[in-house]
């Protein structure tokens, strides 16, 4: 039964590599920071341009769906200044946080990939059908299920170490007390990789998760120079290692 079970993922995979870019662990393009964490697919699957793979530096930046009035302002703030030094962001999509992370660099015609939780035969959220396209056409999705597979509870949470294990460090930029975002953050943490946590008001439940963070020992960014000086730290600890 195995074998035959082999035969048929075998035969699928070679007709999704018909429409899609497949990825194994073994190939050029599989992201070497990725192969480094506990538990890194073995396959992926890409819609867009896989070139956006081998760019660095990328940060992921991830947060809550229900976002303050501020958030807009705090991922443009930060981020911009590295989108013009051609740095690449890593995000999940999801509502919130994530599609204005991925709408900054459209906008500043940078790059961008989104980690999906999900095959790419199907959407979610449904509102983010726009944004899915333009990624597809013109940036990079990434996901580690078939492209028939519909989104599943447990997905997400499994997805959030790709989204952290390809970068160097993750931006939480809001999070509520109870929050998803912990998840990559752990993640990160468990991967030896940099968590960046933005501080808001107390006044804000969007903020109560981030301060938790920074009481943690998260690093706290104050601007986008705490984040290229952490990437040029980085670089030089990964030189000597």
């Not at 194994?24 to 890194?40: A, G, M, V």
Request: proline share 6%; net charge neutral; with cysteine.
């Amino acid at each position: 039964m195995s074998g035959i079970h082999s035969g048929q993922l075998m035969h699928t995979i070679e007709k999704d590599m018909e429409k899609y870019h497949v990825i194994t662990c073994n190939h050029k393009t599989y992201p070497p920071l990725l192969k480094r964490i506990p538990d890194p697919p073995i396959l992926l699957y890409g819609l867009g341009n896989i070139n956006f793979l081998k760019i660095e530096p990328k940060i992921s930046v991830v947060g809550t769906r229900n976002h303050s009035n501020e958030a807009e302002r705090k991922v443009e703030f930060l981020l911009k200044p590295l989108l013009h030094k051609e740095w690449l962001i890593v995000s999940g999509m999801a509502k919130g946080i994530d599609s204005i992370a991925h709408r900054l660099a459209i906008n500043n015609t940078s790059k961008t990939i989104a980690i999906l939780g999900f095959g790419f035969q199907h959407i979610y959220p449904k509102e983010n059908i726009s944004l899915m396209q333009e990624l597809a056409k013109n940036h990079l999705l990434l996901s580690e299920y078939a492209p028939d597979e519909a989104p599943k509870p447990w997905h997400f949470p499994e997805r959030n170490r790709i989204i952290s294990g390809l970068t160097f460090g993750s931006l939480i930029v809001e999070a509520k007390e109870r929050s998803g975002t912990f998840i990559t953050a752990e993640q990160a943490l468990d991967q030896g990789r940099e968590v960046f946590v933005v501080p808001g008001s107390i006044l804000h439940p969007q903020s109560k998760g981030c301060h938790l963070l920074i009481q943690e020992g998260a690093n706290l960014v104050k601007d986008a120079n705490d984040l290229l000086n952490a990437w040029e730290t980085y670089k030089t600890r990964s030189i000597n290692y």
